[in-house]
């Protein structure tokens, strides 16, 4: 599996994860730790999509703000992404379902997490689709 296509799959995930966060965030027995986690898992899909279409290696990791900071290296535009860092504790503190902190927005996290897919998603595409040539500029022949 070549780059283009592994950060293609990535997004798949990241689809699923983020369906699976809009879908029970309307459950009211399911709690912020579970929609917080697939928010989570979402975003931190999406953040190593972009990296792996950049051809960006990145460590194994949870922790959204090392893939940021990547990113940021690599001089992507991430200024309206630190936000998401409030998601990273879901990444570990669902697995022990320890919440005691402040709620969870969820209408505003999900909109980010599927803003930035939507971002990836096009970046993604705009590269696989073949280049049009102006048709104000004539063809070599």
């Given at each position: ?7 293609a ?8 994860d ?19 986690f ?6 931190e ?25 990547k ?26 379902d320890i ?14 997490v599927?803003?930035?897919?939507n ?23």
């Amino acid at each position: 599996m070549n780059e283009d296509e592994l950060a293609a799959k990535l997004l798949t995930l990241a689809r699923r994860d983020l369906r699976a966060a809009e879908v029970l965030c309307d459950q009211p027995e399911v709690g912020d730790g579970i929609v917080g986690f697939h928010a989570q898992q979402a975003a931190e899909k999406i953040l190593k999509a972009w990296l792996t279409f950049l051809r960006i290696a990145y460590p194994r990791t949870h922790d959204l703000s090392l893939l940021l900071y990547k990113l940021e290296e690599a001089g992507a535009e991430v200024a309206n992404l630190w936000e998401l860092l409030e998601l990273n504790p879901f990444a570990v503190q669902f697995r022990y379902d320890i919440f005691d902190d402040e709620p969870l927005d969820h209408g505003v996290t999900l909109e980010q997490v599927a803003a930035l897919l939507n971002r990836v998603e096009g970046l993604l595409a705009d590269s696989m689709s073949p280049e049009v040539e102006d048709e104000g500029t004539p063809t070599p022949g």
